[in-house]
């Protein structure tokens, strides 16, 4: 399973495949709980990745966005719409890791 999942979630995937699946049925009822549509899940699992200042988390959801066709106009368009709410440092931190291309 590490082979999908890079670093630490790849190694405690492996580690632990029953909680990972456990984590992964989670994710999918929460996903399927309510009528918005796969983009936009994905852009508002980056912008909440962006509150929590979590680097990582915006690492993979800016790299999944991409891999799933949204336009790098509307991922960039994220890391704007957080300087009102969390200020102007945590927008331009959001706006390096989204560009950042290697995470």
């Keep these: 399973m590490s082979k999908t999942l890079p670093g630490a979630a790849g190694e405690l995937a492996e580690q632990h495949p029953d909680l990972w699946s ?27 990745a962006v509150g929590a200042a979590s680097e990582g988390a915006v690492h993979s959801h800016s790299r999944r966005a991409r891999a799933e066709g949204i336009e790098e106009a509307a991922i960039h368009q994220v890391a704007l719409l957080a300087i009102g709410p969390l200020g102007l440092p945590r927008a331009v931190a959001a706006k390096t890791w989204i560009e950042d291309k290697k995470g």
């Design 22 to 48: 456990a984590y992964a049925a989670l994710g999918k009822a929460c996903a399927e709980a309510g009528p918005l549509s796969d983009r936009e899940r994905r852009l508002v699992k980056l912008a909440l």
